[in-house]
């Protein structure tokens, strides 16, 4: 089976804190992601990456930056965090067309 | 661009009954369809998959979903829905973006709820 992992299953930062948090897989996927889920918006995709040192903009990338230095390993980085990404925070990695999801991780900024 | 449709937010079936939650997408050619379900506080997980071949797929826990590409729809069915079954379902539509990468839109999300 597949597994993805997240550091924390809840996290309470204050606005203007840098906040990071953490992804691993072990399936060797190439292809990781990061998603945000909020009430009836959906879940709307923050950045991906497709290799090691690679990324890409998704479609809300702004006040947010990733980071992968190894394969199993994806990281998303909120430089100042603010209370509007209050939210849930999905992981996910890919094979090919299927995404394989982690636990999430729900953010709370105050 | 590709697009996913969930036309009910909200179900509610008694345990033992019959389900249909509906999905109809957008895209111009064959798509990639998904049905994904989450548990509360839970990330999801994937149920089944069609990518091409027999247009009924059976999945996990014992749904099955059918593709009907002149309804442009990929419903997922379950003959007799336990109370463990209440949960969130996300329908996906995927579509190769490029080399071995695929671009995912997803649904907004059926709520099911299980009287008992």
């Known amino acids: 089976d597949v597994k993805v992992t997240q550091s924390s299953r809840y996290l309470v930062k204050r606005t203007g804190e840098k906040v990071f948090l953490e992804c691993v897989q072990d399936?060797?996927?190439?292809?990781m992601f990061w998603y945000r889920q909020d009430p009836g918006l959906g879940l709307r995709l923050i950045y991906f990456s497709y290799d090691v040192k690679m990324k890409e903009k998704g479609d809300i990338p702004e006040g947010y930056s990733v980071s992968r230095e190894k394969k199993e390993r994806f990281s998303l980085i909120l430089e100042s965090a603010s209370t509007n990404q209050t939210s849930m925070y999905l992981c996910?990695?890919?094979?090919?067309?299927?995404?394989?999801f982690g636990p999430g991780t729900r953010l709370t900024v105050t | 661009a590709q697009s996913v449709t969930q036309p009910d937010i909200h179900i509610t079936v008694s345990e033992g009954a019959s389900l249909e939650l509906r999905c109809n997408y957008s895209y111009g050619a064959t798509p990639y369809l998904f049905w994904y379900v989450q548990s509360p506080g839970q990330g999801l997980q994937l149920l089944l998959k069609y990518f091409s071949g027999d247009t009924l797929v059976q999945g996990i826990k014992g749904f099955e979903a059918e593709f009907k590409r002149s309804q442009s729809s990929f419903n997922l069915r379950k003959p007799s829905v336990h109370w463990s079954d209440a949960a969130e379902y996300f329908c996906a539509v995927g579509a190769r973006s490029g080399g071995s990468n695929y671009k995912l839109t997803f649904g907004k999300g059926t709520l099911l709820t299980v009287n008992p």
């Open positions: 399936m060797d996927h190439e292809n």
């Open positions: 996910a990695s890919s094979l090919q067309a299927s995404r394989y």
